[in-house]
């Protein structure tokens, strides 16, 4: 089943009028969303910010009062240190700075360190830890992945209440620590912002465009779809491929093109910022692509990947692998196909849908209903109702 209706507005009760939230990004997240969701129903936010290790950006923070910003903080001019010791600093420093809130909101389990040390000095009440994704080896060095896991047993416990994307988080937690006491745990999928999109009839959208969004690294697996294109080709003259994104993976896969002969049937638009341009240039797609590649160890085993969701607020059938948790839910749905991680199923699975036009319309009708079960504004109202008697 997908996550409940429920009213978009969350009753003032159900949210502290002090909330911080902390998260780290590499362009945008499911944190950037909260802050727009909470900007106007609380009266003091402090959003703060920090790149992803090995990501580019600044770490930042943006205070607001009633609605409206009222200051921004940066990283001081010689503000020194390791990336992780740097970044806890920092929070707790900006949170000083800003006085005592009701609530932290920390989008990993290393802010979330920083939360349990200002609820200890009572600079905040309550501590949500939101995990926006896990995965049992985060790192190959075994030393860090130790110390990567004591951090989430510990964070885990000892926040006032964990918000986890996905059910399988919570699992893998219990598998990692046996039956040993947690916080109360609660799902909180990733949203779209579906208000705002206006999908288009179909005779609008290009017929045979196919459409991948994301951080282009291996385990996306684009480079399994480059694969497809010259059966897809024989098949479908006129198909083309949208890639939206940019990553370390992305010569590998422009020199795979090149040397299957398919480069000038894909258009690499790199990365674009803006959402609505994004959400605009996928309107115009008839199909999105998720094939990750199968590994037990993958965090999108674990996760509820956002591009996914932004797909079927587009209205985009989706044709994925069986990792993500919602795979199952999209097929049964008919939102879209699981497939193998073969070329030559992908293949077989995007014509079959392109050739059927009755089969085409169902999948879309059917992805932009469930896409729709996905505002941000019903899911955090939501979180917000079903969170408050423990953050009482």
């Given at each position: 089943m997908g996550p409940a209706a429920?009213?978009?507005?969350?009753?003032?009760?159900?949210?502290?009028?002090?909330?911080?939230?902390?998260?780290?990004?590499?362009?945008?997240?499911?944190?950037?969303?909260l802050e727009e969701f909470l900007l106007p129903r609380t009266r003091c936010l402090l959003f703060i910010a920090h790149p992803l290790y090995g990501g580019g950006g600044r770490s930042y923070a943006r205070w607001y009062e009633d609605g409206r910003l009222v200051k921004t903080l940066e990283l001081p001019a010689g503000f020194r240190g390791a990336r992780f010791i740097r970044d806890l600093l920092l929070t707790v420093r900006w949170v000083r700075q800003a006085g005592a809130y009701d609530l932290m909101i920390a989008g990993d389990n290393l802010l979330a360190m920083a939360g349990l040390w200002l609820r200890r000095t009572g600079r905040i009440r309550r501590l949500v830890l939101y995990s926006i994704d896990y995965v049992p080896r985060r790192f190959a060095n075994p030393v860090l992945n130790r110390a990567y896991r004591a951090v989430d047993r510990l964070a885990s416990r000892r926040a006032n209440l964990v918000w986890n994307v996905s059910p399988a988080i919570e699992a893998a937690r219990r598998a990692r620590d046996g039956p040993r006491p947690t916080a109360p745990q609660l799902v909180v999928p990733v949203g779209t912002n579906v208000e705002r999109i206006r999908r288009l009839p179909r005779a609008t959208a290009s017929p045979d465009r196919l459409a991948f969004v994301g951080n282009v690294l291996e385990k996306q697996g684009l480079q399994v779809v480059i694969r497809a294109l010259p059966a897809l080709r024989r098949a479908l003259p006129s198909v083309s491929l949208l890639v939206l994104g940019d990553g370390q993976f992305l010569p590998e896969v422009k020199r795979l093109a090149e040397a299957a002969g398919v480069l000038p049937l894909i258009e690499f638009a790199g990365y674009i910022e803006d959402h609505r341009e994004i959400e605009r240039r996928l309107l115009g797609c008839a199909i999105g692509l998720a094939p990750y590649v199968p590994d037990a160890e993958s965090f999108s085993r674990f996760a509820d990947p956002g591009k996914i969701k932004l797909y079927l607020a587009c209205g985009l059938p989706v044709i994925l692998t069986d990792v993500p948790p919602i795979a199952r839910l999209i097929e049964q749905r008919g939102a879209g196909r699981i497939v193998p991680y073969e070329p030559a199923e992908i293949a077989r699975a995007i014509v079959g849908l392109l050739t059927s036009s009755a089969e085409l319309d169902s999948a879309r009708a059917a992805a932009a209903a469930l896409g729709a079960e996905y505002s941000w504004d019903r899911l955090f109202a939501r979180a917000f109702r079903e969170s408050a008697p423990h953050l009482r």
């Amino acid at each position: 089943m997908g996550p409940a209706a429920a009213d978009p507005s969350a009753p003032a009760a159900d949210i502290p009028e002090r909330v911080i939230v902390a998260t780290h990004y590499y362009a945008t997240g499911p944190a950037f969303d909260l802050e727009e969701f909470l900007l106007p129903r609380t009266r003091c936010l402090l959003f703060i910010a920090h790149p992803l290790y090995g990501g580019g950006g600044r770490s930042y923070a943006r205070w607001y009062e009633d609605g409206r910003l009222v200051k921004t903080l940066e990283l001081p001019a010689g503000f020194r240190g390791a990336r992780f010791i740097r970044d806890l600093l920092l929070t707790v420093r900006w949170v000083r700075q800003a006085g005592a809130y009701d609530l932290m909101i920390a989008g990993d389990n290393l802010l979330a360190m920083a939360g349990l040390w200002l609820r200890r000095t009572g600079r905040i009440r309550r501590l949500v830890l939101y995990s926006i994704d896990y995965v049992p080896r985060r790192f190959a060095n075994p030393v860090l992945n130790r110390a990567y896991r004591a951090v989430d047993r510990l964070a885990s416990r000892r926040a006032n209440l964990v918000w986890n994307v996905s059910p399988a988080i919570e699992a893998a937690r219990r598998a990692r620590d046996g039956p040993r006491p947690t916080a109360p745990q609660l799902v909180v999928p990733v949203g779209t912002n579906v208000e705002r999109i206006r999908r288009l009839p179909r005779a609008t959208a290009s017929p045979d465009r196919l459409a991948f969004v994301g951080n282009v690294l291996e385990k996306q697996g684009l480079q399994v779809v480059i694969r497809a294109l010259p059966a897809l080709r024989r098949a479908l003259p006129s198909v083309s491929l949208l890639v939206l994104g940019d990553g370390q993976f992305l010569p590998e896969v422009k020199r795979l093109a090149e040397a299957a002969g398919v480069l000038p049937l894909i258009e690499f638009a790199g990365y674009i910022e803006d959402h609505r341009e994004i959400e605009r240039r996928l309107l115009g797609c008839a199909i999105g692509l998720a094939p990750y590649v199968p590994d037990a160890e993958s965090f999108s085993r674990f996760a509820d990947p956002g591009k996914i969701k932004l797909y079927l607020a587009c209205g985009l059938p989706v044709i994925l692998t069986d990792v993500p948790p919602i795979a199952r839910l999209i097929e049964q749905r008919g939102a879209g196909r699981i497939v193998p991680y073969e070329p030559a199923e992908i293949a077989r699975a995007i014509v079959g849908l392109l050739t059927s036009s009755a089969e085409l319309d169902s999948a879309r009708a059917a992805a932009a209903a469930l896409g729709a079960e996905y505002s941000w504004d019903r899911l955090f109202a939501r979180a917000f109702r079903e969170s408050a008697p423990h953050l009482r």
